[in-house]
Structure formats: C-alpha cells, structure tokens
C-alpha cells in the first residue's frame, strides 16, 4: 500500500489480483439520477430520496443481486424487500439455482474443502473449468494440494508434461524429416492412462471441449453436448452392479465407463466438482439430481462427496442469510406480507420475463449484461435504482444510481465460501467520500421508505 | 455464403475474469467478452479467418462478434462466448419452470460477415435496449 | 429506569425453594429487586396465575450451519407454517425449523427467556452467531464441538493434558462458546474414512485413542478450566438397538473424575440412548437401567430428547448415525464434513403412533423423566428438532403432570409398544415445582448460569406468567387447561420490560450472547509454529479463525479463571 492506494498484491490468483490492482480505474464516486433522459450527478441525499420513493411506490418491485456483497448488507436487503412487499433474488437464480433446487430434492453429501486437502485422491471436475473461473481451486484444494493423508500431484503432472511435450517435439521433429505426419492426434482416445490406477491423487475433468483444466488432468472424458444426464444414470447404474444394454454413452464406450466406475468405487474419498455445464445445459436440474444421487449412492460403497462451484464471492453467503431469515435460499416473495418461494414463479428471471414487475433495485449486480436480453429490457423499461461501485452496462441504464464501496477493500463484511465457510473480509483502504458501504446505503433507503409509507398512512 | 449451425456454448474465461475487473465499461472487458471460439475446422468450413466478423444468430437475437480460434479443439459445431452483453442477445430466457434461462447447449446459426463490424457497448446497448 | 410490581401470582422458584407461595415480585432496571415503591412501577395483576423463571432451553438447535442446512432443505416444511409480517415483527416461516425471527418469537410466546445452541463446529463459528444475533426475544449461547477437533485428539493421546486445557481455552474464546460439547466421540473423526466408532473402547482410526480416553480428557480439560457448565455428550452408538450399555459406560467412564456431589458430565437426549434389543425387531426399553444408574449417582444429569408424533426433522454432528438414518429410511439426506473438527448430517424423518419402534421411542422418554426420582438431574427437551419442534413442549409438560394425558395418548399407539410399556405401571406425576425445576431452574443450574432459572434478588428479570391456577387447576385431570396455558403465555418479561402479552409479541428486542472469556495462567503461545500448523490443519488463516468481540452484537462475555 502507498498513499492509500494499492500497488502490489501477493497470494492472490490472477482474478483476485487484478480486483485490488485496478478497482479504482471504472469505478463511480458521484450519485447519480436520470433527468430528462441524461445521467447527472446529484447529491447522496437526493439520490436515496429518490430511490426510496421508486421502492415504495411500486407494487412488485424486485430487489436483485445481492452476491458481491458482504452478508451484513443483505441483512438489511431482505429487511427492506420485506418492507415493499418485494422480490428478493440472487445470482443463483441464474447460476446455481437449479443445483438448489435439486438439493432441495434429494439432499447433499458434501464437506468443506479442506477436507479434500487432506484425503481426496479422486478428483472430478464436471462440466467445470476450476482453471479459468476459480484459479487457485486445483493448487490450494485439491490436486496439488498437501493435506495430512494425501500428497500434491503436481510432481506427477509436471513429469507426465514433460514427457507429452518431449514426445510431440520429437513426433513434430520426425515429421519434419520424414515429410509427413507420423503421429496422429491422440485428443480422442478413450484409453485410460496408468496414473488413474496408482495410489495417488487423481484428477478427471469431464466437459464438452478440452478446457486448460482437462490438459492437467489425469484424464480428459469428452462428452457429447446435452449428455450428461445419461453418462450420470449410466455410471449410477454400474456402481449398482447393473448391466447396460449399449454399447456407449454420450459418445463413451461402456467398457470405459466401467473402468472408471471401479476407479471411483476403489478411491479413498472421491469429490465431484460442478458447474455450469450441468446446470445449463438441457435437463438443467435434473443433470444435478443424477449427479446428488450419483455420490449418494457411491456412499454405499465408499466415501464420496459433491461440491457446486460458485462464481461470484459471496453468492453462498446470499443464499446462507436469505435461508436464515426467510427460510429460502432465493427467488423470494414478499408481496403477501410472508415469504414465498417457487423458482420459475418468483424468479426474478420469469417476472421480468411476463412483465409483473414494476420497478428494481439492483446491488452489486449486471443483469444487463448477463441476463437474457428479452428479460433485462423489462428491467430497464421500469424505474431502476443501481447500488455498486462500479460504473456498469446496468447502471448506465439506471434512474438512480448510488456509488458504494467495495467489500473486502474499503470496507469489511463477511462472507461465505463455496463450502460455505464463514471468512471475514478486510477494509484495506479508505474509500471515497461520497461512497458509503452497501449496508449503510440500504440502511438509510430503508429509514426513508418506513418514513414514506407512514406519511401516506 | 456458407452457414455452419452450432451449439451455443456460454461460460466463464480467465480474460473475461480479469477483464471485467477493469472495469464493466472497459476496453479490455469489451474486447474480451465480443468473441467467439470456435473449432479451426469450422471456421475453415465457414471461409472466414480468425480475427474476421461473423454473425451469430438464435432463436432471440442476432449479433456481430469477432472469430477467435479455439486452443481447446477438437468441438466441432460446438462454439464458446464468454459471459457477457453479447452472449446475453442470444440467449433463451424461458426457463421451463425452474426459474434457471438457459445458456448452454443452445442452437445457433454462425454466417461470415466481414463487412459488418462488432459494435461497442454503448452501441449495443441503444439498439438492443429500448430507450424509455 | 424501568420498575415493575408483579403481584399476587402463585410464585415458583425452585432455587430459592419457593413452592406456589403467593407473593409480589419487584424488578428494577433489567434486575429482580427486594421491593420498588408502586406509584414508580408498572403494576402486573398476576391473581389466579403462575409465576416462574422464563424458560430456559439447554439443548436445541436453532442457529448455525447445520440448522441452516435443514432450513434449505425442507421449503415442503415451510408452507406449512407461515408467519406474517407486523408492526412489530419480522415474518417467517417453518414448523420443524422456523426461521430466525420466528424461532425467536414463538420462544418468547411460551415465556422462554435463555436458550442454548448445541452443536456449532468451530470452524463455521461465524455463522452460529450471525445467526443468534437474528434470533430476537432470547439470550442465548453455543456449544463447540470439540471432541473429534484434531488438537484434542492429539494432545490427548500424548498425554498433554495442560497443553489440551490451553487450546480448547483459546478456542472457546475464538468461537465465543459456552461450553464443551462432545459428539459420537471419535466416530466423527472415523467418519472421513466412512465408518464408525463401534462402542467406547474402539480406537479411532490413525489418531489411536479411544471415545473413553476422549470423554475423560476433557472431562478433566473442564474442570481444570473451571468451566460453569460440564461437558456436554451425544454418546456413541446413538440410535441404536442395545445402546443402553454404551450410555451406562460412557456415565460410568468418569464416574471417578467426581468430586463431592457436583456432576462432572451432561448425558443429552438421553432418550435416542436408552435402548435395548439387539435390533429394531427386538427394540425396547433401557429407561429403567439408566434411571437405576442415575438414581444412584449425583455426576451425571441429563435432558430427555422426548420424541412427539409428527414429521420433523432430524440433524445433529453424528454424521455416520445421520447416514444410517438415510439408509433405513430413504429420505434426502445431506452430509456436511468439517475439515478437522467435525460432521453434520441432516435426515427429514416421520414419528408415527403405529409404529412399535416410534412409540416405544415416546415412551422411553417418558419413562427416563418419571423414574428419575430427583428432579434436578434431569431437563426437559425435544432436541428439537430431532424429536419434534420446541413448539410441542407444553404436550411434553401435560405427559409430565397427567396420568391420563399418556394413558390418552397411549390408546392411540402402537399395540406392541404399548403392550412393552412401563408407563402404565408409573403413577408418578409432576407438580408444578418439579415442572418450573425441569424447565428453568435445574436448566440454569446444570449450565451455571447463576443469573438465571430463578426470582431471587440479583437475578436477570426474566419472568414468564401463565394463565392458570394452581389452586383450581388439577393438572393432573386438567392436563388441557395446563397445555394452552403454557401454550401462550399471559406475559413473558425479558429483561424487566413486558414483551409479550396473551401469547403476542408487544416489544421486540434483542438479547445477548453469553460466552467464556477463560483466562488461563499459561496462554497458548501464538507463534509461527501455531500459525504454520493452523496451515496445515485449516484451509483458513489463523488470523481469520477467532471471532472479534465486536462481530457479536451484544456480547455478554463471563469471566472465567481456569486452574492452569
């Protein structure tokens, strides 16, 4: 730190340390409310004034975001969602929604990860790039971590890579000299390699496209786009000892699958890692309910866990306090004065979608940016408050927007892990003047909504 | 001109990652999230080279975007953008009743359009945002 | 300054041996006092009503991960039980595990005024007092887990009995708990491996101690430290045909480490482990064995676990018996591992009358509250909400005082269990002294909280007033008059200030968190060492562990100087 600015970030994976190098380049200091069609700089009072007035005057109002905030600030979210009469939503409702949903279902065999640190030896990643979306997953959790009972495979990757780069230079080398290629590529061999057999650390990635992930693993399993229901009920089959009736799954070969099926049932502690490629992807919820089941029922035969791997730092956190406070972990209803909950009625994704809603509140959130267009032009259509730091596609589109400061830099909070461990953040510099904390920002919105509605009482 | 029908594939790039940490309205996130990657077969197949623009079209929009060859091939007919305003133009909202839109595994329709060029986001923003 | 008079109700207060003596109570300022002149005090008219101690819950899981975990498990549960929003209060939702504010708001209705989170693995501290600093109406404290915690463990075996006071004295500090809690000792540690502990003399798996060893530590850990509260253990084998022996040896294993008549262990839902039977065919009860023993000996006391007929749900740190629980019934299970510290299992699970098993289970323990002769071993709980939600102790308490509430209640189960049932031959029935004992007094005694569970002067004036008359009501005929009275009660007073009245919330507030603030001679040294083990041990930073005082929104931390 230097003058109160950030210059150096040590630890930190390369998402993580671009956040603290350059939170300051794009980010907003001055309130904002639409006039006349421009954005022009108002004052903090006039824009919570503003704001406060949007909420309380509609009838369906949605109140959306929520995950890159501290837990002390959703506190008072569900707080003033419960006071309009509101929807409270999440990210999850795009993300890991329907993964809850299953849960919800069947249940979950899960732990925090640093049980895996210390005795996983099989590894899965599905439909997941820990590489690209969680950079520091593979080195601090799991494959080439230390843990008390298991070693790092990093030694075992770094031998296995040497060696696969030796032998292309030396197949490309040949091929120079014999004029033609020699060696095919070898990317769709089904054949399982010797390190899946050893007592070792072992990780297999399964997607529809060789990720950087799938390069270090110890095996790639390439699946056919919108299959993974069917290789999930065929492995679940197989670890009951039942007889599939093809010859392959999703575009595998069953006698692989069987291998793989003893690899899993002869593991110490297995972990089966998920993303978006299940929970997109054709089947959405029923991909996760073969999955919870999956490893279930390999706890009949061994010890097996399962793991959602969550984007967005405290999207665990938001479903945590939304849980404690209202029961239910998103797509919220306040507007009958108790809380309801039926994703695809309450989703914030569904009410835009039909139009319902009158009016939003989004926080530390870019729905328009991620949200499918037809449902965030009803958002947009509609009065909008935006609480963020940052200047975003969705708060440009805003009618009041409210700078605030950044979680885990300026200003502390907690929040919650994918394993949903509770971890404190850190104020490490001062924010700006006119950008108080999401907590303090909802806080006096909420102060000014409860002074709005006793008037017109 | 050649059409090539593919899967639509959304997710999470470590350029988009640190890109959108520059800031939403950034160069680098613009740039980073305008892409496509796609197979190197498929873009032989649709004649274009990388770096050229294509159209990409589903069921709910159409957009322009940059071709990208993918480091992750073979996919045939498999094509990934990275989360991000143009991803969200060609995504389906409906959500079978899970509340969950899905953004994978969606197809669409992947012409050569050299001519046309890849808007930035405030051009994006008034022609697929209704101005109140 | 706030004065109230609360006059002319059937006061009793079994710690200062008050038994339905009518007479005035005077509070002042948060406090019972000797007297407060009347034209100064706002005066409650308590003629024809029962004055007790606001209630005191030793034992329900109402805050945490685990209990957040349940509550995301069973919306199906949510439905049914909503509460609205008012002036006053939060809405909620939830019959088996309400949410925050509504667990806190249906407490108080019944005059409960203290209650104790069991089970928090300290890794996850944090989130057990998020979660108590939403539950209003209550002062309240948690238990962490600590007997399969990696440091005991070792320490243990190696015989550093100081070395172990000094960390579980720095970690009641960092996760600000109340008392050692001991779970399935060494079964959960077992449970990483996927298996189990099979009785208190197997070893745990590359630790190579044993659950007695464990329970005997820290039963001595306890007392070096001077801790209010002994320890707190789920034994082994819980749920299981035969048990009834394991229950008697883990009691029995410290039956020496006794001085005088003060209890040195705290046996909890005694019920789920007082079985006999070598399987569920075979099943019966081992109430009289455990009650033989408890009768016998002043080291041990207990609380019951009483189960009631209703679909609930079921979540305590035993994960392998969780495991077992899924296995027998096929209800969605969810499992939560705790790196180095604990387990966690939820299973959603159905009491019915007709079942031998489930009505054999109710009965047993009935039958533990009514053998146990001396009331002040033994607490009345539901472990709610493994044996059905708090919101069904006054049932609990009409079983307790009327003969004829369980011959009722008898006719509807199971024949087998009925037919296998000590109740019929048990005439015994609970006065409202031994009711206001087990729900409050022998509650606060056993936890050391010596400002509460009574009406003595200096006590926290926590009073709960219930519409019933001693001297009309027979409770034993009456048993429904009692049940509705406890149900809501006229007014419950927290603190000195009125804050429900005719079983409705009329001023919420918040109360406040007890934990241990224990001071040994010998702090445990914080150095690189310490930290680079924590490393090694927890995928967090040592500095990140400990929760700071200020993290807690109203901290009530008890000075404790320990022996070391």
Redesign the interface.
Known sequence: MKNNIIVKVKNACAVGEAKFLNYALHRQTKPLIRKNGELVETSLEEAIQRGAEILANAQYPILYGWSNTS?EAI?VGV?LA?EVGGVIDNTSTVCHGPS?LS?????????????L???ADLIFYWGSNPWSAHPRHID??TTFSEG??QRSAWRGYLSRLTGTLARKRLGRAIDLVLGRQILSPPETEFRLPPTLFQNKRKMIVVDVRKTRSAEIADYFLQIQPNKDYELLQALRLLIRDEELDVDEVAGIPVEILEEIVDIMIGC??GILFFGLGLTMSQGKLRNIDAALSLV?DL??R??F?IMPMRGHFNVTGA???F???????YAID?S????R?NPGETSVTDILRRGESDAGLVVASDPVAHFPNAAAQNLVKNPLVVIDPQATPTSIMADVVIPSAFVGIEVEG?A?RMD?????LKKVVEPPETCLSDKEILQRILVEVRRLRSEHN | MPKLKVYLLTGRTIDQGTGKEYGKLSEEYQKSVSICQMDPEDIKFLKVRENENVKVTTEFGSIIMKVVKSKRAPHPEVVFVPYGPWASVLANPKTHGTGMPSLKGEMAEIEPAPTEKVLNLQELLRTHFRRK | MTHLIIKNGFVYDPLNGINGEKMDIFTSNGRIVEKVAEKEAKVIDASGMIVMPGGVDIHCHI?G?E??SG?????ED?VKD????TRLT?????YSI????TTGYRYSRMGYTTIMNPSMPP??A??TH??LD?TPMLDKASYPLLGDWWFVLEHLRDGLLEECAAHVAWIMNATKGYAIKIVNPGGLEAW???RNMRDIDDSVP?FNITPREIIRGLCKVNKLLNLPHTIHVHTNNLGKPGNYVTALETMKCVEDLAEGDRPVIHVTHSQFSSYKGSDWRTMSSGAEEVAKYVNHHSHVTLDVGQVIFTDTTTMTADGPFQ?RL??MTGN?????????ETTAG??PFRYRRKSAVHATQWSIGLELALLIKDPWKICMTTDHPNGGPFTAYPSIIAWFMSQVARKKTMMKISKRARRNSLLPSIDREYSFYEIATITRAGQAKILGLKQKGHLGVGADADIAIYDVNPEQVDPSRKYKTVRRAFRKAAYTIKGGEVVVKDGQIVKPVYGKTFWLDVKTSLPMEVNDDLKQKFR?????EYE?YAIPER?LHASAPISIKAEV
């Not at chain 1, 949903?420 to 404190?424: E, G």
């Not at chain 3, 939060?90 to 939830?94: E, F, I, N, Q």
């Not at chain 3, 309400?98 to 504010?101: L, R, Y």
């Open positions: 837990c506190r707080e419960e809850i849960i919800q279902d069947i249940g979950i065999s899960s732990c925090t990860l640093g049980q640190r210390h005795r601090r959790y008390r009972f110490k502690l279930r706890n009949q061994t010890k866990l479903n945590v306090v849980t404690w406070q209202t029961g239910y972990p306040f009958h004065g108790y809380p909950y907690t919650y949903h461990v509770p971890l404190p | 805050a991960a209990v957040n509550r995301l498990l069973r919306p949510h909503v509460e609205v929003k939060r809405s909620g939702v939830g309400p949410s925050t504010f890794l996850e944090r989130h998020e979660e939403d990483s491996s996927g590359y495991h899924y296995l969605k299970w969810v499992n939560h591992d705790v790196e180095t939820i299973v090694d041990y927890w995928t967090i990140n993290f």
